[in-house]
């Protein structure tokens, strides 16, 4: 089993390598925006209670995200590994989930964190607007405030897993080609 986060803020492609990495090299992804956004769609009850946090742009709570990944994680059957996408987002939940691994004999390998210039991640999302109709893209309030609860809340992440050796950077300016192949290289290593 290799379990892999992919990281970064917003708009900086998480999402976009993700299903390109999970085809590649045989793993499931995990997104938990994915996941919450099913939840919307499907009229839930905690769909309706998270849609107007997303909206806003804020982090949904730690223990909603925390229980999706771990019924996730003991439902899926044959997997080669984890590809964790946008959680964890707090340090609280990258506890949890090392606690959760650990619990079930695995481990986080590799974190690779997406590196994109500021005025880039707000170009991606105000373009995915149109084609996605999520409504925290629209509002450039909106993003501006996904970017500082990026910086607030999810970075100091980096530190916790710098600490245990796993980090690791990515350029993740160019096409989506050419971040896809500097992801690959990494992942190789791993495999
Ligand atoms: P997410 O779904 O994770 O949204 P995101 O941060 O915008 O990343 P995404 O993966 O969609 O975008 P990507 O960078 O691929 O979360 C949404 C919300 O859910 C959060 O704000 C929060 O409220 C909640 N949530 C989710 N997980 C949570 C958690 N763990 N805890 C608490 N709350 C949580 O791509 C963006 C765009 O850029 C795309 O249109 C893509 O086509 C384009 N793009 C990508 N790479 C490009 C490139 N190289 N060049 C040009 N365009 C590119």
């Keep these: 089993m290799v379990n892999i986060l992919i990281f970064g803020p917003p708009g900086s492609g998480k999402g976009t390598q993700s299903v390109k990495l999970a085809e590649k090299f045989n793993l499931t992804h995990l997104s938990t925006g994915d996941m919450l956004r099913a939840e919307i769609a499907a009229g839930t009850e905690l ?8 909206s806003k742009g804020e982090l949904v709570p730690d223990e909603v995200v925390i229980e999706m990944i771990a019924n996730k994680i003991d439902t899926t059957k044959g ?3 984890f590809l964790f996408d946008g959680f964890p987002r707090t340090v609280a939940q990258t ?28 170009k991606r999302l105000v373009l995915r607007a149109d084609l996605s109709g999520r409504p925290d893209d629209k509002d450039t309030a909106v993003i501006e405030n996904r970017i500082d609860v990026y910086k607030e809340k999810t970075e100091p992440i980096i530190n916790y897993c710098r600490e245990k050796g796993i980090y690791q950077s990515v350029n993740g300016m160019g096409t989506i080609d050419d971040i896809f192949g500097r992801l690959a290289d990494y992942m190789k290593k791993l495999m």
């Excluded at 769909?47 to 997303?54: A, H, L, V």
């Excluded at 691994?101 to 707000?122: A, T, Y």
């Design 47 to 54: 769909g309706q209670k998270m849609s107007s946090i997303m």
């Design 79 to 81: 997997s080669s590994g």
């Design 95 to 122: 506890v949890a989930l090392d606690k959760m691994l650990n619990e079930r004999k695995m481990k986080i390998d590799s974190m690779l964190v997406l590196e994109v210039e500021h005025d880039e991640l707000v």
